[in-house]
């Protein structure tokens, strides 16, 4: 039976793992610089769509076999990775547009901010960024176990 105690000590721990800065923050922060107010609401309520999912899956027991098994996890690590480069490519190529364009409108490009898509573009990027990171895989488990598993992927 879990105590009231257990329950608000797994709260307060997840609220503060919830904090430490990664990929999600760098996200909201990217496109909260772009200068629109509206798009980072889109990466928030996806990347907690993704936090949804990441926890009903654990409550499953799915985020357990993705740990333990070394293919599985490995699999999900590449699909990060893969889309991590993607959108790095994205950006890139997105940065190279606009400067081209800024050369030829820089009057106007200096008075209006970059919406670069919309908020439903927004939700799917965090969605998928969250549901991506193989790190959300493990930080519930090593939560509720307290400690590192020396046999997780996330080791070898």
């Known amino acids: ?7 608000g000590s797994f709260a307060l721990i997840v609220g503060l793992l919830t904090l430490i800065p990664g990929l999600d923050t760098a996200l909201i922060l990217r496109t909260a610089a772009l200068g629109h107010r509206r798009l980072p609401w889109g990466v928030v309520l996806g990347i907690q769509t993704g936090t949804l999912v990441w926890g009903v899956l654990s409550s499953l027991g799915i985020t357990a076999v993705l740990t333990a098994s070394h293919l599985a ?5 590449w699909a990060g ?8 490519s994205r950006i890139l190529a997105s940065t190279l547009r606009r400067r081209a364009r800024a050369d030829l409108a820089q009057a ?34 090593r ?11 996330c080791h070898s």
């Open 108 to 141: 106007d490009a200096a008075h209006e901010p970059v919406t670069d898509g919309s908020f439903g573009s927004r939700w799917r990027r965090g969605t998928l960024t969250n549901l991506l990171n193989p790190e959300e895989v493990v930080r519930p488990l």
């Open 143 to 153: 939560t509720i176990k307290g400690k590192e598993s020396t046999h997780s992927p």
């Open 1 to 7: 039976m879990i105590t009231a105690s257990a329950l």
């Open 73 to 77: 996890y490995a699999i999900l690590r």
């Open 81 to 88: 990775a893969a889309y991590l480069v993607w959108m790095g």
